[in-house]
Protein backbone atom coordinates (compact mmCIF):
# COMPACT_ATOMS: atom_id res chain seq x y z
CA UNK A 1 0.00 0.00 0.00
CA UNK A 2 2.32 2.97 -1.22
CA UNK A 3 2.81 6.60 -0.08
CA UNK A 4 2.88 9.43 -2.66
CA UNK A 5 4.88 12.38 -1.40
CA UNK A 6 5.15 15.44 -3.60
CA UNK A 7 7.34 18.87 -3.28
CA UNK A 8 8.04 21.56 -5.69
CA UNK A 9 11.48 20.17 -6.35
CA UNK A 10 14.19 18.80 -4.33
CA UNK A 11 13.70 19.86 -0.79
CA UNK A 12 11.00 17.80 -0.21
CA UNK A 13 13.56 14.91 0.14
CA UNK A 14 14.09 15.91 4.05
CA UNK A 15 10.90 15.07 4.13
CA UNK A 16 11.27 11.63 2.40
CA UNK A 17 14.10 10.79 4.12
CA UNK A 18 11.87 10.83 7.36
CA UNK A 19 9.26 8.72 6.18
CA UNK A 20 11.61 6.21 4.47
CA UNK A 21 13.65 6.50 7.77
CA UNK A 22 10.71 5.19 10.01
CA UNK A 23 8.39 2.90 7.56
CA UNK A 24 11.18 0.78 5.55
CA UNK A 25 8.38 -1.33 4.62
CA UNK A 26 5.84 1.17 3.30
CA UNK A 27 6.16 1.77 -0.84
CA UNK A 28 7.07 4.96 -1.14
CA UNK A 29 6.63 7.35 -4.44
CA UNK A 30 8.04 10.69 -4.77
CA UNK A 31 7.87 13.54 -7.46
CA UNK A 32 9.57 16.19 -7.49
CA UNK A 33 8.33 18.76 -9.55
CA UNK A 34 11.48 20.10 -10.67
CA UNK A 35 10.21 21.51 -14.49
CA UNK A 36 8.67 24.41 -12.21
CA UNK A 37 10.38 25.00 -9.17
CA UNK A 38 9.92 27.32 -6.99
CA UNK A 39 6.66 27.59 -6.25
CA UNK A 40 7.60 29.49 -3.52
CA UNK A 41 7.21 33.03 -5.49
CA UNK A 42 4.23 31.99 -7.41
CA UNK A 43 0.97 33.28 -7.62
CA UNK A 44 -1.80 31.28 -5.50
CA UNK A 45 -3.44 29.94 -8.17
CA UNK A 46 -0.54 28.78 -10.27
CA UNK A 47 0.55 26.87 -6.87
CA UNK A 48 -2.87 25.89 -6.47
CA UNK A 49 -3.04 24.36 -10.26
CA UNK A 50 0.58 23.02 -10.13
CA UNK A 51 -0.20 20.76 -7.01
CA UNK A 52 -3.20 19.46 -7.80
CA UNK A 53 -1.33 17.95 -10.74
CA UNK A 54 1.28 16.65 -8.81
CA UNK A 55 -1.23 15.07 -6.28
CA UNK A 56 -3.41 13.75 -9.09
CA UNK A 57 -0.57 12.54 -11.02
CA UNK A 58 0.50 10.60 -8.17
CA UNK A 59 -2.90 9.25 -7.36
CA UNK A 60 -3.51 7.62 -10.99
CA UNK A 61 -0.42 6.28 -11.88
CA UNK A 62 0.56 5.01 -8.41
CA UNK A 63 -2.47 3.91 -6.56
CA UNK A 64 -1.46 5.51 -3.65
CA UNK A 65 -3.02 5.19 -0.09
CA UNK A 66 -2.52 8.55 1.17
CA UNK A 67 -0.83 11.65 -0.34
CA UNK A 68 1.96 13.81 1.56
CA UNK A 69 2.17 17.47 0.38
CA UNK A 70 5.89 17.65 1.31
CA UNK A 71 5.95 21.10 -0.05
CA UNK A 72 5.40 23.92 2.48
CA UNK A 73 3.98 26.52 -0.22
CA UNK A 74 1.75 23.91 -1.78
CA UNK A 75 0.73 23.13 1.65
CA UNK A 76 -0.09 26.82 2.40
CA UNK A 77 -2.21 26.65 -0.76
CA UNK A 78 -4.02 23.22 -1.99
CA UNK A 79 -3.93 21.56 1.24
CA UNK A 80 -8.10 22.21 0.84
CA UNK A 81 -7.98 22.07 -2.80
CA UNK A 82 -6.42 18.22 -2.41
CA UNK A 83 -8.17 16.89 0.38
CA UNK A 84 -11.66 17.67 -1.51
CA UNK A 85 -10.91 15.91 -5.16
CA UNK A 86 -8.58 12.83 -3.80
CA UNK A 87 -10.52 10.12 -2.05
CA UNK A 88 -7.30 9.72 -0.25
CA UNK A 89 -6.16 10.76 3.26
CA UNK A 90 -3.57 13.92 2.44
CA UNK A 91 -1.44 15.56 4.84
CA UNK A 92 0.70 18.56 4.65
CA UNK A 93 3.69 19.87 6.61
CA UNK A 94 1.99 23.14 8.00
CA UNK A 95 -0.64 21.53 10.57
CA UNK A 96 2.45 18.75 12.19
CA UNK A 97 4.85 21.89 12.16
CA UNK A 98 2.72 24.07 13.89
CA UNK A 99 1.49 21.87 16.46
CA UNK A 100 5.10 20.77 17.33
CA UNK A 101 5.95 24.13 17.50
CA UNK A 102 2.71 25.22 20.05
CA UNK A 103 3.80 21.88 22.09
CA UNK A 104 7.77 22.92 22.30
CA UNK A 105 7.31 26.58 23.19
CA UNK A 106 7.59 27.57 27.02
CA UNK A 107 7.52 31.60 26.15
CA UNK A 108 4.74 30.77 23.76
CA UNK A 109 6.37 33.04 21.32
CA UNK A 110 7.11 31.08 17.88
CA UNK A 111 8.88 32.31 14.36
CA UNK A 112 8.15 31.04 11.18
CA UNK A 113 10.39 31.21 7.98
CA UNK A 114 9.58 30.31 5.19
CA UNK A 115 9.18 31.53 1.16
CA UNK A 116 7.77 34.65 0.46
CA UNK A 117 4.37 32.76 -1.01
CA UNK A 118 4.28 30.57 2.15
CA UNK A 119 4.73 33.94 4.93
CA UNK A 120 2.57 35.88 2.67
CA UNK A 121 -0.36 32.89 2.89
CA UNK A 122 -0.44 33.18 6.57
CA UNK A 123 -0.51 29.37 7.05
CA UNK A 124 1.43 28.87 9.85
CA UNK A 125 0.15 31.80 11.78
CA UNK A 126 -3.41 30.44 11.55
CA UNK A 127 -2.36 27.20 12.39
CA UNK A 128 -0.80 28.34 15.18
CA UNK A 129 -3.31 30.04 16.92
CA UNK A 130 -5.78 27.45 15.86
CA UNK A 131 -3.91 25.50 18.37
CA UNK A 132 -3.13 28.32 20.94
CA UNK A 133 -4.60 31.73 20.58
CA UNK A 134 -2.01 33.13 23.22
CA UNK A 135 0.91 31.90 20.81
CA UNK A 136 2.77 34.77 19.26
CA UNK A 137 3.99 34.47 15.97
CA UNK A 138 6.97 36.25 14.17
CA UNK A 139 6.97 35.34 10.35
CA UNK A 140 9.76 36.23 8.09
CA UNK A 141 10.03 35.03 4.16
CA UNK A 142 14.09 34.35 3.30
CA UNK A 143 13.97 33.65 -0.07
CA UNK A 144 17.79 33.81 -0.57
CA UNK A 145 17.89 30.52 1.69
CA UNK A 146 16.85 28.20 -1.63
CA UNK A 147 19.35 28.66 -3.51
CA UNK A 148 21.84 28.29 -0.86
CA UNK A 149 20.98 25.35 -0.16
CA UNK A 150 20.29 23.88 -3.50
CA UNK A 151 24.33 25.26 -4.34
CA UNK A 152 25.32 23.08 -1.53
CA UNK A 153 26.36 25.84 0.39
CA UNK A 154 25.11 24.34 3.94
CA UNK A 155 27.65 26.40 6.23
CA UNK A 156 30.59 28.16 6.14
CA UNK A 157 30.74 32.62 6.62
CA UNK A 158 28.51 33.86 3.81
CA UNK A 159 25.62 31.43 4.74
CA UNK A 160 25.65 32.35 8.38
CA UNK A 161 26.20 35.91 7.10
CA UNK A 162 22.58 35.67 5.35
CA UNK A 163 21.17 33.70 7.69
CA UNK A 164 21.79 35.96 10.63
CA UNK A 165 20.99 38.88 8.11
CA UNK A 166 17.20 37.06 8.17
CA UNK A 167 16.81 36.05 11.61
CA UNK A 168 18.23 38.70 13.78
CA UNK A 169 15.10 40.61 13.68
CA UNK A 170 13.29 37.51 14.87
CA UNK A 171 15.38 36.30 17.39
CA UNK A 172 14.88 40.11 19.10
CA UNK A 173 11.39 39.59 19.42
CA UNK A 174 12.18 36.96 22.47
CA UNK A 175 11.03 34.43 20.42
CA UNK A 176 12.38 30.32 21.98
CA UNK A 177 11.20 28.23 18.98
CA UNK A 178 11.35 28.57 15.30
CA UNK A 179 9.88 26.57 12.69
CA UNK A 180 11.28 25.60 9.56
CA UNK A 181 8.81 26.46 7.01
CA UNK A 182 10.44 25.53 4.06
CA UNK A 183 11.69 21.77 2.54
CA UNK A 184 14.89 23.26 1.94
CA UNK A 185 15.58 24.86 5.68
CA UNK A 186 16.57 21.41 7.62
CA UNK A 187 19.68 20.83 5.65
CA UNK A 188 20.46 24.72 7.69
CA UNK A 189 19.24 23.04 11.09
CA UNK A 190 22.89 22.86 12.19
CA UNK A 191 24.37 26.13 11.22
CA UNK A 192 21.18 27.38 12.49
CA UNK A 193 21.64 25.58 15.93
CA UNK A 194 25.43 26.78 15.41
CA UNK A 195 24.17 30.70 15.46
CA UNK A 196 21.43 30.63 17.94
CA UNK A 197 22.24 27.44 19.71
CA UNK A 198 19.30 28.34 22.77
CA UNK A 199 16.78 28.03 20.20
CA UNK A 200 14.24 24.90 19.62
CA UNK A 201 14.15 24.57 15.93
CA UNK A 202 11.14 22.44 14.69
CA UNK A 203 10.85 20.67 11.38
CA UNK A 204 7.65 19.14 10.32
CA UNK A 205 8.16 15.65 9.27
CA UNK A 206 8.40 14.48 13.15
CA UNK A 207 4.70 15.34 12.90
CA UNK A 208 4.05 13.52 9.49
CA UNK A 209 6.06 10.41 11.02
CA UNK A 210 3.44 10.73 13.89
CA UNK A 211 0.14 11.30 11.33
CA UNK A 212 1.38 8.16 9.28
CA UNK A 213 1.85 5.76 11.79
CA UNK A 214 -1.95 6.66 12.82
CA UNK A 215 -3.44 5.66 9.30
CA UNK A 216 -2.12 1.95 9.67
CA UNK A 217 -0.96 1.09 6.47
CA UNK A 218 0.01 -2.21 5.29
CA UNK A 219 3.45 -2.35 4.99
CA UNK A 220 5.46 -4.46 2.02
CA UNK A 221 8.99 -6.37 2.32
CA UNK A 222 11.31 -5.05 0.21
CA UNK A 223 9.46 -1.77 -0.36
CA UNK A 224 9.43 0.88 -3.42
CA UNK A 225 11.33 3.70 -3.48
CA UNK A 226 11.15 5.58 -6.39
CA UNK A 227 11.69 9.34 -7.42
CA UNK A 228 9.95 10.93 -10.25
CA UNK A 229 11.57 14.54 -11.53
CA UNK A 230 9.61 16.61 -14.42
CA UNK A 231 13.47 17.89 -15.70
CA UNK A 232 16.70 16.68 -14.61
CA UNK A 233 18.74 19.05 -12.75
CA UNK A 234 22.37 18.95 -11.22
CA UNK A 235 21.82 20.13 -7.87
CA UNK A 236 18.68 17.11 -7.46
CA UNK A 237 21.31 14.80 -8.26
CA UNK A 238 23.58 16.38 -5.57
CA UNK A 239 20.94 16.35 -2.54
CA UNK A 240 19.63 13.51 -3.39
CA UNK A 241 23.22 11.88 -3.10
CA UNK A 242 23.64 13.82 0.20
CA UNK A 243 20.38 12.81 1.46
CA UNK A 244 19.27 9.63 0.79
CA UNK A 245 21.96 7.88 -1.73
CA UNK A 246 21.21 5.29 -4.45
CA UNK A 247 17.50 5.74 -5.03
CA UNK A 248 16.03 4.77 -8.68
CA UNK A 249 15.36 8.31 -10.17
CA UNK A 250 12.90 8.41 -13.20
CA UNK A 251 11.88 11.45 -15.35
CA UNK A 252 8.68 12.20 -16.43
CA UNK A 253 7.26 14.41 -19.05
CA UNK A 254 5.56 17.43 -17.49
CA UNK A 255 3.06 16.92 -20.29
CA UNK A 256 1.92 14.05 -18.44
CA UNK A 257 1.41 15.58 -15.36
CA UNK A 258 -0.70 18.46 -16.99
CA UNK A 259 -2.94 16.02 -19.04
CA UNK A 260 -5.36 14.77 -16.12
N1 LIG B 1 9.44 23.37 -1.52
C1 LIG B 1 9.26 24.78 -1.26
C2 LIG B 1 8.68 24.98 0.13
O1 LIG B 1 8.79 24.14 1.00
C3 LIG B 1 10.57 25.54 -1.42
C4 LIG B 1 11.04 25.67 -2.85
C5 LIG B 1 10.06 26.43 -3.73
O2 LIG B 1 9.96 27.66 -3.62
O3 LIG B 1 9.39 25.78 -4.52
O4 LIG B 1 8.07 25.98 0.37
Not at 67 to 88: E, G, H, Q, W
Not at 128 to 155: D, H, M, R, S
Not at 217 to 237: C, K, M
Amino acid sequence: MPIGIFDSGIGGLTVFKSIAEAFRNIDIYYLGDTARVPYGNKSKETIIRYSAECGTFLYHNYKIDALVIACNTASSYAYDVLKRILPIPVVGVVLPGALSAVRVTKNKKVGVIGTTATVRSNSYLQAIKTFNEGVEVYQKACPLLVPLVEEGWIEGTITEAIIKRYLDEVIEKGIDTLILGCTHYPVLRPVIKKIYPQLNVVDSSDGIVEYINSLGINTEENAVRHILITDESPSFQTLKDLLIGDVKTEKIELSDLCSL
